[in-house]
């Protein structure tokens, strides 16, 4: 990512959004991670902003990137990697609180976190949003609620290029496969994720 100014990683105290923070934090960046469950990652110069961040919540997301570019200044780079799965259920199994909880972290949580940063982007005409999606989100599979959420994410990318391009902020999204993450193993472990069914998901 080629950013002015801080970098901000949402879900950076594990997973992707660790790693993705080390490398920026590595490449010379101010990189600052939250998380709703913040933990330092080893090894990284990378900024721990010290409260639980909620990005499901529009009222902590825009005090919270209120307070960071007040301690951090301005936020050029955005990386929105918070987000979480659930079981591997048939239609009929799934729980819409669980449904619900998916698709606000994933899916509202994404269009909160780029609204927030990408405003002041767009005023300063500058800056570069990088969502994280999935191939979950572009075929099926039993994962409903995340399948869903993460083709939400894919549009709504588009959807805020197309609007922030022409104030020169450039917004993308990737969209990794299955990675072996502490959440992934943790789901495989409990029995929440089939391993044989995952290896077997297009990439």
Known sequence: MSAEGTILVTGGSRGIGA??????AD???RVVIVDIAPEPPVGTTAILW???FDVASESAVVAGIADIEKAHGPIGGLVNAAGVFGKMHTIERVRMEQWDREVNIDLRGTFLVARSVGIGMAQRRHGA???????AGMTSGPIHAYTAAKAGVIQITQ???AEWGRSGVRVNAVSPGFTRT???EA???SGALNKD???RRPR
């Open 50 to 52: 010290p409260a639980p």
């Open 27 to 29: 490449q010379g960046h």
């Open 159 to 161: 959807t805020l290029a």
């Open 182 to 184: 502490a959440a992934l």
């Open 129 to 135: 949003i990088v969502n994280v999606a999935s191939v």
């Open 19 to 24: 790693a993705t923070a080390t490398l920026l």
């Open 197 to 199: 069914l995952l290896a």
């Open 187 to 189: 789901g495989i472990a």
